[in-house]
Nanobody, 120 residues
């Protein structure tokens, strides 16, 4: 069982940066690939970024590539999403998720989400 708690969301202007954090419980954190997803009002949840258990591999949605960076600290059971050059279309609830499979978008555990609002 893995429990996830996101933090770091907020209201920012376009062009600003935010760093989201996700704290994970459990002693097998490094066994899990971690991902970030987001859901905007009226839209389906979409994949944003993922990182492998050891942190050596990452992948990103095309819409955030070059602007967002996912990272993790296995010693602290933490995963981060650094978001730069934010755009109004990045406005969404952002969710942290855990999976035993880095290449899947079907994750097993989810956090409660943190709101990110980007004003123009």
């Amino acid at each position: 069982q893995v429990q996830l708690v996101e933090s770091g969301g907020g209201l920012v202007q376009a062009g600003a940066s935010l760093r989201l954090s996700c704290a994970a419980s459990g002693r097998t954190f490094s066994s899990y690939a971690m991902g970030w997803f987001r859901q905007a009002p009226g839209k389906e949840r979409e994949f944003v970024a993922a990182i492998s258990g050891a942190g050596g591999s990452t992948r990103y949605a095309d819409s955030v590539k070059g602007r967002f960076t996912i990272s993790r600290d296995n010693a602290k059971n933490m995963v981060y999403l650094q978001m730069n050059s934010l755009k109004p279309e990045d406005t969404a609830v952002y969710y942290c998720a855990a999976s035993l499979n880095f290449y899947t978008d079907a994750y097993d555990y989810w956090g409660q989400g943190t709101q990110v609002t980007v004003s123009s």
